[in-house]
């Protein structure tokens, strides 16, 4: 929160939606509620000029409704699947044909969309529960629930069509301001025209990565020094020494989201792509791959390598020290800062795709659900600086060993998305972005200014 010396409530300031909240709701906001009535108090408080909410978690609002404290919506995501998704629902991308693709006024053209998009974005749903590191929920599937107007004024009732306008637009419906996990420098266009459809002020003011990660530009970071270690059957000494005795660029690291992934059939594909491909490699599995159902630690649970799941059994011993194979936690932004390291395939999870933009390497594109396949888009035709594997035009293929062989062959030997990688990452060269830091003095510049 932002303290200030107001006074007025905000001019104009609109409850949020309606909606009763859940019992365990109102026991969990019970604390903030009683800490915003002694803030608001008057008695030598400094009261609160606004709330930053992650959107996710826009039911809270109602608290500060209480108390006439206006909130801000904070996405952990980026802005390109945001505006993707709301340009989808007022290009109608619901109505096209096979063979049809749709451009999206005030985004850039190479971020159309195809009919073989549609259906692969459909088929593709989650592969271990609804939940993730994003907070940009998708749009409501073929049933779901029509909660808000679509942008052009139309109503459709549930049903009648296959997508809903995006659940985040009811969520920032009484926001004084939005706030995303990216930077002008990677988003500018998408930041540009969420502000322009909302009319709302949309600021970059990240990627919100750890400190040593911008100190560190140009050498290697310790995820140790950042983050907790969990279990894990190499430590980052062994996992150094292993990429300290490959080429310079000649490793591929596989790793998707504790949440998501392949199914079990496409991990047996990759076993195989990886067991043939004359390539050097670190994959790392998560407990439980390849499973239904929340994933390990989901619901508060520590993971554990014992936990059910899918693991390449016999690829170590094919492959010798060709191949890391880490089973739990992966130093993901040591393995991403050395110099060995060639290309990244992924999910395409924000984190994992900013982290690997700020260090300059490639990325294979491999998306599974939801924002992913925004993020992909971003990645391999607006920034140019990766290539999305290919399976075709069904999407009910299943990702096969040719696929991601042939993928991986191409995202090593493409020098030109290699340096276009390179170049972006000179961006960051200097650390967190300064677009990034005058952002954020521009909003708080606009909080104080405005309330």
Known sequence: MLDGSRSDPRPGFRPGPNQPPHHHHHE??????????????????????????????????????????????????????????????????????????????????????????????QHHGPRRHDGGNTSCPPADGPDGPIKFG???????PPGQKRFGPPKWLDEVEDSTALLFNTSDDLEHLFIKYIANQIDKPVYGIGPLLPEQYWKSS???????????????????????????????????FVSFGSEVGPSLEEYVELADALGELNRPFIWAIQPGSGRSGPPPGFMGGEPSLKEEGYYPHGLKEKVGDRGLIIKGWAP????????????????????????????????????????????????????????LLLTGDDPAQLVKKDNIMQGIDLLLDDREVYNRALALRCKFKDGFPASSKAALESFIGHIFKNH
């Open 332 to 387: 993901q932004l040591l393995i991403l800062s050395h110099p060995a390291l060639g290309g990244f395939l992924s999910h395409c999870g924000w984190n994992s795709t900013v982290e690997s933009i700020g260090r300059g390497v490639p990325i294979l594109a491999w998306p599974i659900r939801g924002d992913q396949f925004h993020n992909a888009k971003l990645v391999v035709n607006h920034l140019r600086v990766g290539h």
């Open 150 to 156: 679509r942008p052009d004024g139309e109503f459709r």
């Open 218 to 252: 140009g050498s290697i970071v310790h995820d140790g020094e950042v983050r907790s270690n969990r279990e894990s059957n190499y430590t980052e000494d062994q996992v150094i020494q292993w990429l300290d005795s490959k080429p310079h660029q000649s490793v591929i």
């Open 28 to 121: 969990m906001g019970s604390g903030l509620e009683a800490f915003l009535s002694q803030k608001c108090s008057g008695s030598g408080q400094t009261r609160p000029v606004c709330a930053v909410l992650d959107v996710m978690m826009s039911s809270n609002s109602e608290f500060f409704v209480k108390f006439a404290i206006p909130t801000v919506s904070l996405f952990t995501s980026g802005a390109c699947s945001a505006a993707m998704e709301y340009a989808s629902l007022k290009a109608h991308v619901d109505d096209m044909k096979p063979g049809e693709t749709r451009k999206f006024d005030g985004l850039p053209e190479e971020m159309e969309s195809s009919y073989s998009d549609l259906k692969r974005q």
